[in-house]
């Protein structure tokens, strides 16, 4: 009877422990997504942008790609605007989507020679997917071409 009492005794409490578990319950938990890191937008001339997208998020984490970047609009104002209010209060002019988006790190030309507004502000921001909004790039001046 003794011999029998170490047996169950160690499958009881190896039922308690595969029970018990050893990890969190439910489904898990997908890795926090973070909005991307800005883009280097560089004037090629005036109706181009020379764009190079980021390779990291603003934690620091690597990007896989980009899923969408889009140029912000805002007319002229009496003073410098930010980057973020470029992005919050102007309206969007251009969009650039996968698969014509090259991989993180890369270079891409955007030719706004079809955008038809008068003087005023620029800024480029990546979008993750999700369409997390990254971090706008610097605030570029976009001259109207009649000047």
Same mark, same amino acid.
């Given at each position: 009877m003794r011999s029998l009492s170490l047996p169950l005794? #160690?499958? #009881?409490?190896?039922? $308690?422990f595969i029970s018990a578990g050893c990890g969190a319950r439910g489904n898990p938990v997908p890795k926090q997504q973070h909005p991307p890191?800005?883009?280097?937008?560089?004037a090629k001339n005036l109706r181009t942008l020379e764009v190079t997208l980021p390779t990291t998020d603003t934690h620091?984490?690597? &990007? &896989?790609? $980009?899923?969408? $970047?889009?140029v912000y609009y805002l007319s002229m104002g009496t003073n410098f605007p930010s980057?973020?209010?470029?992005?919050?209060?102007?309206k969007a002019i251009f969009e650039c989507r996968r698969p014509e988006i090259p991989p993180?790190?890369?270079? #891409?030309?955007?030719d706004l020679?079809?955008?038809g507004h008068s003087t005023g502000w620029l800024v480029v921001v990546p979008f993750r997917i999700g369409n997390i909004a990254g971090v706008p790039s610097q605030v570029l001046p976009w001259v109207d071409p009649f000047f």
């Open positions: 005794t #160690i499958s #009881i409490v190896t039922e $308690i890191a800005p883009c280097t937008v560089r620091g984490n690597p &990007l &896989l790609g $980009i899923e969408a $970047i889009r980057a973020l209010e470029v992005f919050q209060h102007g993180p790190g890369k270079m #891409i030309t955007l020679s079809n955008c």
